[in-house]
């Protein structure tokens, strides 16, 4: 096979897997697809170029067998799935690492990334019931935390926080979002570049729609307003805006429409311009693993701490952590969840665009609305997201996204994403492959009943 310059391969990295344990090959059959709209002689020396993985891990205290009928109750167990979790980021071999349901942070993930090289930042729901959060983890070698943020949605106006629901006034939902400014650490104008990047868990009910639009909303505006804040520290005067995480929203969605349409983000799967048939794997189906494989013996415990932790592969930097006053405490109930919906003429959801609720949203095979292709934001392929990164009994669907947008200055053109692309993405498994062991995720080989997602994304410089 001819070498890729563009694609890393697993043989070319430095081995340094946790307690040497055998590589399981949890992506085996998932290739690496670079965008048919990139080409070589695109890059420059002064281009900077990152891979970024997005992945739900499925918190313990979620992963329960009334929830999950389809998996073994082995397959759900912690001591099972908490050393897969760690194979199969290992071999995404991302450089930025955006996990949603992170559970056991201190205990566990964080002592495991920082064997893989990792620096990490994490945001604990604000629930007396629920102990998981977002945690963001970079390559300490490649990049630098400038500023670290977060966002707890129920203590946002704008995000539905504080909203009555009738017969229920102590309706939350706790999720969170953890924005983060990184920094590359590489030489010339490459290292004096910051960009944006926010992890994100929005509410899971979709009879809650305008209440997912809202957070949504808050979360945009967040990240626009941390990256407005932050231009001084980019010699090339904008920072791109990274948007990722689990969105609970599908591609026909009015969050979807919103974050592509009314906030101009590109999906990096669909910018990548991939086709149907390239987008899935062949089904591994008659792949055996070894029950022996996942034995990894370390003690569970919840962190029942809710702030902001920043921590180095060194050493924690506290002047880099959110202020406790960033993070104001959301409302408490106890952690009910209700399928009444909100008021959709409420002020708080109220969209800017009247023709937000109005637009069809059926979605082509091609990426395109029923509208047209005029309706695709510029600068994206005519590509397609996956069929599913999240397969589970009731459900199946994409509903995890990496989206990114740049804002040029004034003196650029107003280009949509001329300034940040999509190189090659992660291709998905295929359905029979997710059916396997039972009829759906987790199982023995995919320890969470979502499917990470990973992209390359490239920075270009003037």
């Not at 590489?186 to 997912?212: G, I, Q």
């Not at 969605?253 to 669909?270: I, K, M, Q």
């Not at 637009?359 to 005519?382: F, H, I, L, V, W």
Request: aromatic content about 8%; charged content about 25%.
């Amino acid at each position: 096979m001819q070498h890729n310059p563009w694609l890393r391969h697993p043989k070319e990295q430095n081995d340094n897997r946790p307690n040497n344990q055998p590589r399981t090959n949890r992506l085996a059959g998932r290739r690496w697809l670079r965008s048919p709209a990139c080409h070589s002689q695109d890059i420059t020396s002064s281009d900077f170029k990152f891979r970024i993985a997005s992945y739900n891990v499925l918190a313990q205290c979620y992963a329960k067998n009334k929830h999950f009928t389809r998996s073994k109750a082995e397959h759900l167990r912690w001591d099972v799935r908490r050393r897969a979790l760690v194979e199969v980021i290992h071999e995404l071999d991302a450089d930025i690492v955006c996990l949603q349901e992170v559970d056991n942070y201190e205990k566990f993930w964080l002592k495991e990334m920082r064997k893989l090289g990792y620096t990490g930042c994490y945001k604990q729901r604000n629930s007396p019931a629920k102990f998981d959060g977002c945690a963001t983890f970079f390559r300490s070698t490649a990049f630098e935390c400038m500023s670290v943020s977060s966002i707890e949605f129920d203590s946002e106006p704008d995000a539905g926080g504080g909203q009555q629901v009738e017969g229920h006034p102590d309706f939350a939902t706790h999720n969170v979002a953890l924005l983060t400014m990184l920094r590359p650490r590489r030489s010339s104008n490459v290292n004096k570049c910051c960009m944006c990047l926010a992890n994100a868990h929005l509410f899971w009910d979709p009879t809650y729609e305008e209440l997912k639009i809202a957070q949504a909303r808050a979360l945009v505006k967040a990240a626009e307003e941390l990256s407005t804040s932050s231009e001084s520290k980019s010699s090339i005067g904008w920072i791109p805006i990274i948007l990722a995480g689990d969105f609970n929203s599908t591609p026909e969605s009015e969050v979807y429409r919103y974050l592509t349409r009314e906030a101009g983000f590109s999906s990096s799967y669909v910018a990548c311009g991939l086709e149907w048939k390239q987008m899935e794997t062949i089904s591994l189906s008659n792949t055996q693993f070894s029950q022996s494989q996942f034995e990894f013996k370390t003690p569970e415990k919840k962190n029942p701490k809710g702030e902001v932790q920043l921590q180095s592969a060194e050493s924690s930097s506290p002047e880099l952590a959110a202020k406790s006053g960033e993070c104001n405490a959301g409302i408490a109930n106890g952690g009910l969840l209700f399928a009444k919906p909100l008021d959709p003429n409420s002020p708080v959801f109220k969209p800017s665009s009247p023709s937000m609720y109005k637009a069809d949203s059926r979605q082509r095979s091609n990426g395109d609305s029923a509208g047209g292709k005029e309706a695709r934001p510029a600068g994206t392929a005519p590509g397609i997201e996956p069929a599913f990164t999240n397969y589970r009994d009731m459900f199946h669907g994409t509903i995890d996204y990496i989206l990114f947008r740049a804002i040029p200055t004034p003196k650029r053109p107003p280009s949509h994403s001329g300034n940040i692309q999509a190189v090659s993405c992660l291709s998905m498994i295929s359905e029979l492959e997710a059916q396997n062991q039972g009829g759906g995720l987790p199982n023995l080989k995919h320890p969470s009943d979502h499917l990470p997602i990973a992209v390359e994304l490239m920075i270009q410089f003037p």
